[in-house]
């Protein structure tokens, strides 16, 4: 009887999960589990066996063997994940070609750990502005190792996770959306929990239209939600408009939520020198008497000379004392308390 040589099935399921699905099978109930595919792309082409395994260098670890009609296929596993943490999904495969001495890497992509010395580099490799007006680029970028906060960002949010001293903050955009913003007259900017890299949520900031329809200006990844780190998003959009030839914003409201980092990063990098600008100002009045012009306001900023009022200005009566009720609506012309 001849004997038949039959080639090897090479199998994209790992042994702890082949071993997971007999398991199911042998049990009382027939469980389905779900198939994990591996999407492999070749790297690059060795010579010989001893420039690939070098390498690898001490970042992954041997898996499982294949043999293969192609040759013998060596599978290893990423070693940079902690043992408590989930298992890293990347994966390398070396591909021992048995007509020859060469070896095809082959890598898994998508490995969803990166370091902060791999995000600086894709950074720096991404800060040119490409000809592209639809190509995205990192319109500015700042990464601190082992550096702490600023002391001003000591009174902003406590109840932020802390990065132990490492600190990254990157904006990213395209001409496209940065021309279009560039005739912008107010700015929404809010954290969304929705859409989340690397565990930190995406700060997005942008404008709206008349119809209401918004137009995202970029999106911000930060290592945390302090004034410091919206500073530097409306920092950053002011970089991007200089470096596509626009003007810089000279927006008159911010439309976000409650959280002082917001207002506070709003306010140091838009704030007016003389803060005799109604919209840009600080004020603390109650919701309700936004529509009336604040005398405590006027009346401080005249205090501290920040504004000079006119000499015709003074000559205008301050009025009744407040009764109860709704109060009226001032004047334009009441400026000094």
Not at 154 to 167: A, I, M, P, R
Not at 283 to 300: E, Q, R, S
Request: glycine share 4%; net charge positive.
């Amino acid at each position: 009887m001849e004997a038949m040589e039959v080639a090897q099935y090479e199998s994209d399921i790992s042994d702890e999960e082949m071993s997971e699905e007999q398991c199911a099978k042998n049990g009382n109930k027939r469980h389905r589990i779900k198939k994990k595919n591996k999407f492999w792309i070749k790297e690059t082409t060795f010579n010989n066996a001893g420039e690939a395994e070098a390498s690898l260098r001490n970042d992954w670890s041997k898996h499982y063997t294949n043999r293969t009609h192609d040759g013998k296929r060596v599978y290893y596993r990423c070693r940079k994940v902690r043992r408590r943490d989930p298992p890293c999904s990347a994966s390398i495969s070396l591909l021992y070609h048995a007509d020859s001495d060469k070896v095809t890497i082959r890598k898994k992509y998508g490995s969803y750990i990166i370091s902060l010395g791999e995000l600086e580099q894709w950074c720096q490799d991404n800060s040119n502005v490409p000809a592209n007006e639809n190509t995205a680029f990192v319109v500015s970028y700042k990464i601190l190792y082992d550096v702490e906060e600023d002391e001003e960002d000591e009174e902003d949010d406590e109840d932020v996770d802390d990065t132990s001293g490492k600190v990254f903050r990157l904006f990213i955009s395209s001409v496209r959306l940065l021309s279009v913003g560039s005739v912008a007259s107010h700015i929404n900017a809010d954290a969304t929990y929705k859409l989340v890299w690397q565990g930190f949520p995406v700060l997005v900031i942008g404008t709206t239209d008349r119809n209401k329809a918004f137009h995202p200006l970029g999106l911000a990844v930060c290592s945390n939600e302090k004034k410091s780190d919206f500073q530097f998003i409306f920092n950053a959009v002011q970089m991007g408009m200089q470096k596509i030839g626009k003007n810089l914003l000279k927006p008159e409201a911010l439309v976000c939520d409650a959280a002082p980092a917001i207002k506070n990063g709003f306010t140091k990098v838009f704030e007016m020198e003389n803060n005799s600008h109604w919209k840009t100002s600080k004020c603390d009045c109650p919701a309700f008497l936004k529509n009336y012009i604040c005398k405590h306001v006027a009346g401080m900023s005249i205090r501290l000379k920040y504004c000079k009022p006119p000499a015709a200005a003074k000559t205008v009566p301050i009025g009744e004392k407040r009764k109860r009720g709704r109060p009226a609506k001032a004047k334009p012309a009441l400026l000094v308390q």
